[in-house]
């Protein structure tokens, strides 16, 4: 059917409401402080309802499903099981760290554990790291939207990079997370609709979409192969090699990735922190199955109708929205444009706050000689963000306009790589007394190092001819192992770590009012 102006009043209200939440918060913010982790005074829910969100964007919406209807049920729950693993360590590790120690930064334990350099690697890693994601996500955005609203994507980049601004510029992280925890919600509902829209168009419903789906293949047939339960780095689906990668990748995505470490920071003390996480490790399996049960319906209806013929170069993120423009009465398309536009907001605005708290935490305020002003930090904070904010629209149209097709790709992979050496650091940190700055400095290099290497060198050539790739979940897992090994054994070449630099920095060197501390803000 396509947009008219129904769809379009849709979008608007729902953007304009959201804008008016925003406004609640623009006079509550009196320093940066309150700006950034909004005073300590968000709730779990709240918290975790903007993790959530925040690590849901229009291309995992659009992707999940996608993915299903190529590739059924290869891999799936493997994140789940990773995420429910890593969830102790994160809780009696990173947040208990980040929580006593008072800070708005996660970078800000670098130094005091190692040095201001590694400080501002780690944070110079985030800042480019962060910004590529957002554009991005920003840009990947526009073009799953553009044909299907019909706004133009250069159009539709400025709409959602100026809207995401305006939410975080208006009321801070506050503002943020409450705008997420209302988007978190018209994901939800949106997808919950779109189901119900999917197995509509099946006649037998459920069980006639089984059967399809069982008949191509598109079962848990996959876990019979003894290939995908070996340890060869070149089965794309190795069930170990995944669950190993995704646990590594869990850590770094919500245990030391300042969009989640800043939620974190924002509510009372540990014990709300780990609710927190939970509301997002828990929330997050109904909307995989959602998408999973949508993916696989579409795979039924494509095949029952033919409309596989219409798949313009096997453009699969272009599923949802073709079905959508077909099958959706007007306004109601409009609602699943919000659904779509609410998953892109919540994590562009989350990144670009992120951004400028790190930009204004580990550089500004920790090479300015004299404290800001309660409104100086303030003017700063906005300014950054609509710094960051300009920077990743920026980006999102050289995406666009460049003649690399692969950017968005290679961009996410890049991504990945770092992170495992980041990730290493903090383990170092947290985990092993005896490393110093130079081991840890060291390590992160080698790390990245044979990371890079693994993903884009390590090849196989295949019987038939084809070029093999390692797991896309291998080169994450020899980052963080590389970080650590090197990092430990090059730390016995420089001098041990002053105590300073131990006490209540490393989980063995707590004093007992230390261990009382932490237990006590845990248990609160």
């Avoid at 996660?106 to 800042?127: N, P, T, V």
């Avoid at 099946?202 to 290939?227: C, Q």
């Avoid at 319906?297 to 095949?303: I, V």
Wanted: charged share 10%; aromatic share 14%; proline share 3%.
């Amino acid at each position: 059917m396509g947009f008219n102006w129904l769809d379009y009043l849709v979008l608007f209200v729902y953007l304009a409401g959201l804008m008016l939440v925003a406004t609640k918060f623009l006079h509550e913010q009196h320093n940066s402080k309150e700006f950034f982790v909004a005073g300590n005074s968000i709730p779990w829910w709240g918290a975790g309802m903007s993790i959530l969100a925040t690590l849901v964007s229009t291309v995992s919406i659009l992707g999940g499903p996608a993915d299903f209807f190529r590739y059924g049920f290869e891999g799936f729950g493997i994140w789940y099981l990773a995420t429910f693993l890593a969830a102790p360590v994160i809780i009696f590790v990173f947040i208990r760290f980040f929580l006593n120690l008072g800070i708005v930064s996660a970078y800000e334990y670098l130094e005091k554990r190692f040095s201001l350099g590694i400080r501002l690697i780690g944070s110079s890693f985030f800042l480019l790291m962060r910004a590529l994601y957002i554009g991005v996500v920003i840009y990947a955005s526009a073009i799953a939207l553009g044909p299907f609203t019909g706004i133009p994507v250069m159009w539709l980049m400025v709409i959602v990079g100026v809207c995401s601004a305006l939410y975080a510029v208006t009321g801070g992280i506050k503002a943020v997370i409450w705008t997420d925890v209302i988007q978190l919600v018209v994901v939800y509902l949106g997808i919950a609709y779109l189901l119900a829209m999917v197995f509509n168009r099946i006649e037998g419903g459920f069980p006639e979409m089984w059967r399809i789906a069982t008949e191509r293949g598109h079962d848990f047939s996959y876990l019979k192969s003894a290939e995908n339960w070996g340890l060869s780095p070149f089965v794309p689906n190795a069930f170990f090699l995944l669950l190993v990668g995704m646990f590594f990748n869990a850590l770094a995505q919500k245990g030391t990735d300042q969009m989640t470490v800043q939620r974190y920071l924002s509510t009372r003390n540990a014990r709300e922190s780990a609710k927190a996480l939970l509301v997002d490790v828990f929330g997050a399996i109904p909307i995989g199955f959602l998408m999973m049960a949508v993916g696989l319906g579409l795979f039924a209806w494509y095949h029952t109708t033919g409309g596989l013929e219409h798949l313009a170069e096997n453009n699969y993120n272009g599923l949802l929205p073709e079905f959508v423009a077909r099958e959706f009465p007007h306004g109601f398309a409009g609602l699943f444009a919000a659904a779509l536009m609410a998953a892109v907001i919540s994590t562009v605005d989350s990144g670009m706050n992120c951004l400028a708290t790190v930009t204004m935490t580990d550089f500004q305020l920790r090479f300015r000689k004299s404290p800001l002003s309660d409104a100086g930090s303030i003017f700063y904070a906005r300014l950054w963000t609509v710094v960051w904010a300009a920077l990743c629209i920026g980006l999102a149209f050289f995406i666009y306009v460049s003649a690399y097709d692969n950017i968005a790709r290679v961009s996410g992979q890049v991504i990945g790589l770092f992170s495992g050496s980041i990730l290493g650091i903090f383990l170092l940190g947290m985990l092993v007394p005896r490393v110093n700055a130079p081991g840890a400095g060291i390590g992160a290099v080698a790390g990245g190092a044979v990371a890079i290497w693994a993903n884009y060198f390590w090849v196989r050539q295949a019987p038939d001819g084809n070029i093999l790739h390692v797991c896309y979940m291998v080169p994450i897992t020899l980052g963080v192992l590389t970080t650590l090994g090197v990092g430990v054994l090059t730390s016995f070449c420089f001098a041990p770590p002053r105590r300073e630099q131990l006490r209540g920095l490393n989980i063995w060197h707590l004093t007992e009012r230390e261990r009382n501390l932490t237990d006590r803000k845990a248990e609160q």
